[in-house]
């Protein structure tokens, strides 16, 4: 199995940054890839951004330009840096992993952390 242990999340003002962390450990598959989920009161999960162990990244339309997913290989972490927070961020957010992702465009969430909130308001 794999534990996801996300870090980061807060209350922050419209416009702030935020940096979200999480560190991935157990039987991890080197052909994975990682992506942030959220899930707002009332609304189903969303994907948010996910990354590959090369780099390709993929992003919502509704944080397109303002948020960027990271990772680093070698020490089996995921970064989501938040730019420009609006209130309809707010949610939990989840880190996740894609333990065969080889070959695939589509992201495919296996094992989920616990999730860190992250709150936006005045």
């Known amino acids: 199995q794999v534990q996801l242990v996300e870090s980061g999340g807060g209350l922050v003002q419209p416009g702030a940054s935020l940096r979200l962390s999480c560190v991935a450990s157990?039987?991890?598959?080197?052909?994975?890839?990682m992506g942030w989920y959220r899930q707002a009161p009332g609304k189903e999960h969303e994907l948010v951004a996910w990354i590959n162990r090369r780099g390709m990244t993929v992003y919502a339309d509704s944080v397109k330009g303002r948020f960027t997913i990271s990772r680093n290989n070698a020490e089996n972490t995921v970064f989501l840096l938040m730019n420009g927070l609006k209130p309809e961020d707010t949610a939990v957010y989840y880190c996740?992993?894609?333990?065969?992702?080889?070959?695939?465009?589509?992201?495919?969430?296996?094992?989920w952390g616990q999730g860190t909130q992250v709150t936006v308001s005045s």
């Open positions: 157990g039987n991890i598959y080197s052909d994975n890839a």
């Open positions: 996740t992993i894609d333990l065969n992702h080889a070959g695939y465009i589509s992201y495919t969430a296996d094992y």
